[in-house]
């Protein structure tokens, strides 16, 4: 059995009354609170701010904490405002905000703002530890959640590569077999051997798609941002699939535009455009066409790719991003992929801060739109 873990977590009050943080800091310096779901004890470190401005400046010096009591009035910035810069620069710190002027509006602008908890002035010590206690239960328990969904995606990483790994000699193999075969067996025989190195090719690219998706999840995809122009990386998916295309005379057409440059891993425009392009042609119509528009707009790009294809019901449409999610119909028959491409594609749009929606009717096709700001903003 584990041992009891300790953890001290940072506290800072954001207040005007410096008498108030004495008696603040007094009680919290001796207090513990025991989280028993995960067998943990919590002690706490204070720090004390007499105004909005100056807790802020704390936190860009590179200051972090894991608590803030924040009072709503204070000299210069208010609490709120003091909320609303947390909330711009995505800083997920508890908070309790402590006031005694709380109307009801006020509270749920607060809530609205990533306010846990209110403490009204003026608080017992018991008042006090009681807010404290609630939020660091809420907190501890949110982290260990967190840890666990990490640790699980991380062993799912690995399994998944262990098994790639195991499986790609055989595949090899078999598909090394079947094209010595190709030149040997009668004709009569060459559909199935066909049918088989298209099976095997299925079978490599749900590996690969399961690697991208594992890897970004699991965090052990190494990210390296850099410049890249997400023109040059769509001409590059557009020759890719030219060859399938042409085969069933799809016209793919870039729209025409100077240079659109982003901050981002070029690794991962790839995964996102070669998705893109290859179901708009998978799920297209003999004759048909895909039309890709590229956007720059304030603090990223917009990626559009729209096509002539079989098109999408509402229902599909709202589980189309999920995990293995393939719609099977009468027009779905014979084309293969392994569900995992476009769930790969709006998890990457989620890293970048945007994200990855679809309109689409049922006979008319479908239009993807892929928004991604750039690694700096997004991060």
């Known amino acids: 059995m584990l041992g009891l873990q300790e953890q001290m977590l940072s506290v800072a009050m954001v207040d005007d009354e410096e008498p108030l943080h004495i008696g603040v800091r007094r009680i919290l310096d001796k207090y513990r609170v025991h989280v028993a779901e995960v067998d943990i ?36 910035m208010n609490g709120l405002e003091v909320l609303t810069e947390l909330t711009r620069h995505n800083r997920g710190i508890m908070t309790i905000m402590i006031t005694a002027y709380a109307t009801f509006e006020t509270a749920v602008h607060a809530t609205k703002l990533g306010a846990y908890d209110f403490l009204p002035k003026p608080f017992s010590p018991e008042e006090l530890r009681y807010a404290v206690r609630k939020a660091t239960d809420q907190l501890i328990l949110s982290r260990e959640a967190r840890r666990l969904a990490e640790e699980k995606r991380r062993v799912r990483f690995n399994f ?6 195991e499986l790609k000699a055989p595949i090899n193999a ?28 299925g079978m ?8 991208d998706l594992t890897r970004i999840e699991s965090g052990q995809k190494l990210r390296s941002f850099t410049t890249v122009d997400v023109r040059v990386a769509a001409r590059a998916a557009v020759e890719l699939f030219a060859a399938e295309a042409g085969t069933r005379e799809i016209a793919i057409t870039l729209l025409p535009g100077g240079t ?7 690794s991962e425009i790839e995964i996102v ?14 004759g ?16 559009s790719v729209a096509d002539t294809g079989i098109g999408l019901t509402p229902e599909e449409s709202a589980k189309l991003f999920t995990e293995f999610v393939r719609i099977k119909n009468e027009d779905t028959i014979g084309v293969i992929g392994s569900g995992l491409g476009l769930s790969t594609v709006r998890k990457l749009a989620q890293l970048y801060g945007g994200d990855a929606m679809v309109t689409s009717d049922k006979g008319s ?14 991060h």
């Open 288 to 303: 048909g066409s895909v039309i890709i528009t590229l956007v720059r707009e304030t603090d990223g790009v917009k990626i």
């Open 174 to 201: 078999i598909e090394g077999y079947l094209k010595i075969l190709q030149n040997e067996e009668p004709p009569e025989r060459l559909q199935m051997i066909d049918r088989s190195l298209i099976r095997l090719e």
């Open 204 to 211: 490599r690219k749900l590996i690969f798609d399961l690697l």
């Open 273 to 286: 455009l070669n998705n893109l392009v290859s179901n708009a042609v998978k799920y297209n119509r003999d």
């Open 41 to 76: 004890d919590v002690g706490y470190d204070s720090a004390y701010f007499t105004s909005g401005e100056q807790f802020l400046d704390s936190l860009a010096a590179g200051t972090e904490f894991d608590l803030l009591l924040l009072d709503l009035k204070l000299p210069g």
């Open 260 to 266: 659109v440059e982003m901050t981002a891993d070029p």
């Open 365 to 378: 096709g479908s239009t993807f739109t892929v928004t991604l700001h750039d690694a700096g903003a997004a």
């Open 160 to 165: 998944i590569s262990v098994l790639a790994h």
